[in-house]
């Protein structure tokens, strides 16, 4: 597709429960990114990818959280045992090259997930 | 570490009206200087940036100039429309990937 794409759109998840979040880059981007979004808040930096390997993964809140990029395109950010405090907008992004060098991030239009 | 701190909204104006919306960051080096916009029910996209000192970012009569000195990158709008109302978020990028301020909510009333 033209954009960055994501999938659940909206996800309601018990708490406890397991989940796991896609993101379909732009075709090409050697970029992803992961960002949390709380409401009124600004996105959160949360891990980033160059190719498979994660190259800064500072921003994961903890262990529930992990994310996998197994082919360099397509990732799945995953949250164990889900708390009511994870409920947010996931946004993923994606740029040709490093975002730090000045490339143009893209973003998704988010996987709202809620956790009651 | 890097941090971008903008003014708190929501910021109401009449059409036609001026706007600037302030931001300040905080980096180590040189970063990049963005603005991100988000439409009701829209992802976030990116409105314009400046990669360098005195730079200025242009885009939909939007305008951005990077200024070093004062550590500043304030958006500014000489007429507002209706259709500009959305979250607008001031962010920069150095050697770490984006860092974003809380945004700013503009109501444009006609």
């Known amino acids: 597709g033209a954009g960055v794409s994501q999938t659940p759109s909206n996800k309601v998840t018990e708490k406890g429960k397991y989940v796991e979040l896609r993101c379909d880059p732009i075709s090409g981007h050697t970029a992803l990114y992961w960002y949390r979004q709380s409401l009124g808040q600004g996105p959160e930096f949360l891990i980033y990818f160059q190719g498979t390997g994660a190259a800064d993964d500072s921003g994961l809140p903890n262990d529930r959280f992990f994310a996998v990029r197994p082919e360099g395109s397509v990732s799945t950010l995953k949250i164990q045992r889900t708390e009511r405090g994870d409920s947010a907008v996931y946004l993923c992004a994606s740029s040709l090259g490093p975002g730090g060098s000045g490339n143009t991030i893209y973003f998704g239009e988010g996987s709202w997930l809620t956790v009651v | 570490g890097n941090s971008v701190t903008q003014m708190e909204g929501p910021v109401t104006l009449s059409e036609e009206a001026f706007l600037t919306i302030n931001c300040t960051y905080t980096?180590?080096?040189?970063?990049?200087l963005f603005w991100y916009v988000q439409y009701p029910g829209e992802g976030l996209q990116l409105l314009l940036k400046?990669?360098?000192?005195?730079d200025k970012g242009s885009n939909k009569g939007f305008e951005a100039t990077y200024r070093k000195e004062t550590t500043s990158f304030h958006l500014e709008k000489g007429s507002v429309q209706v259709s500009d109302s959305a979250v607008y978020f001031c962010a920069l990028s150095g050697n770490t990937p984006l860092v974003f301020g809380k945004g700013t909510r503009l109501s444009v009333i006609a």
């Open positions: 400046a990669t360098k000192a005195d």
């Open positions: 980096a180590t080096g040189y970063p990049s």
